[in-house]
């Protein structure tokens, strides 16, 4: 039987995602485990993305196939207590067999968030990154940014482009073509939040984007310059990575 699963996380102590021959500290790896204890054979985790050490999940979705007399929620039950109490699974049920979480999905979602103010919520402060205009030391309040050049600039990366400049693993050796949706950019009075859909990103791309889109906001950037990146394809020309702290997947959408 095919079981899909949507786990949420706190990536903090972890590795990744994605199984390491070097570590087994990764979300993956602790998925697989448990469910090769409950089946008394290995068991294949399959996630709908990589997410990079560090980075968190709402919404991941992964599946793998299994022969077992528990029920969907026995098995839901199963997991949530021998898992990592910062690993959870918030959803399951049995799918077709051609059912495969990142093949079939149709766009994924992601979100950056940024910490305006010097004294993080001490809840809040793993899933987000604190952003000053000089060091942390200084005391600096949040540098103002150009909200409208960061929403013109975003505005380029919509649709199908070649995302080369965006990747950060520069011995990636498959396509770079990816298909952007929608960036959101919104301000609260605590926060800046980035909001990326699109159908796959390349390792490290949104936080690269998020880095690129900040030295716009704070004008040492044009918002034109993003189309002479594109066209570059160089990772050099695009901006700085920010921290994976700030990083969650929010959700993997199916058709």
């Known amino acids: 039987m095919n079981y899909r699963i949507?786990?949420?996380?706190?990536?903090?102590?972890?590795?990744?995602?994605?199984?390491?021959?070097?570590?087994?500290?990764?979300i993956q790896g602790r998925l697989e485990n448990v469910l090769?204890?409950?089946?008394?054979?290995?068991?294949?985790?399959?996630?709908?993305?990589?997410?990079?050490?560090?980075?968190?999940?709402?919404?991941?979705?992964a599946n793998f196939h299994l022969d077992?007399?528990?029920?969907?929620?026995?098995?839901?039950t199963y997991l949530n207590t021998y898992l990592p109490e910062d690993i959870g699974v918030s959803d399951i049920e049995m799918v077709p067999e051609r059912f495969h979480s990142r093949y079939s999905a149709h766009s994924k979602i992601?979100?950056?968030?940024?910490s305006k103010d010097k004294a993080v919520?001490?809840?809040?402060?793993?899933?987000?990154?604190?952003?000053?205009?000089?060091?942390?030391?200084?005391?600096?309040?949040?540098?103002?940014l150009n909200l409208p050049a960061m929403r013109a600039a975003a505005s380029c990366l919509i649709g199908k482009h070649d995302f080369r400049c965006f990747c950060g693993n520069k011995h990636f050796k498959k396509s770079t073509a990816r298909t952007i949706c929608r960036i959101d950019i919104e301000e609260s009075a605590?926060?800046?939040?980035f909001t990326y859909e699109g159908d796959g990103?390349?390792?490290?791309?949104?936080?690269?984007?998020t880095g690129t889109l900040l030295e716009i906001g704070n004008g040492s950037r044009s918002p034109e310059s993003v189309r002479a990146i594109l066209e570059s394809g160089l990772r050099e020309e695009a901006g700085m990575m920010v921290p994976a702290r700030g990083l969650t997947l929010v959700r993997v959408n199916y058709d």
């Open 6 to 26: 949507r786990v949420c996380y706190d990536g903090t102590r972890y590795h990744g995602w994605q199984k390491q021959g070097n570590s087994e500290n990764t």
């Open 36 to 61: 090769s204890r409950a089946a008394g054979r290995p068991v294949e985790v399959i996630g709908a993305g990589r997410t990079d050490a560090g980075v968190h999940a709402l919404g991941q979705t």
């Open 68 to 76: 077992t007399d528990l029920s969907p929620e026995e098995l839901q």
């Open 110 to 114: 992601y979100r950056y968030v940024i």
């Open 121 to 144: 919520n001490i809840f809040e402060r793993k899933t987000m990154w604190a952003y000053y205009e000089t060091d942390l030391a200084a005391g600096a309040p949040f540098k103002t």
């Open 190 to 193: 605590s926060t800046l939040a």
């Open 201 to 209: 990103f390349l390792p490290y791309m949104v936080r690269i984007m």
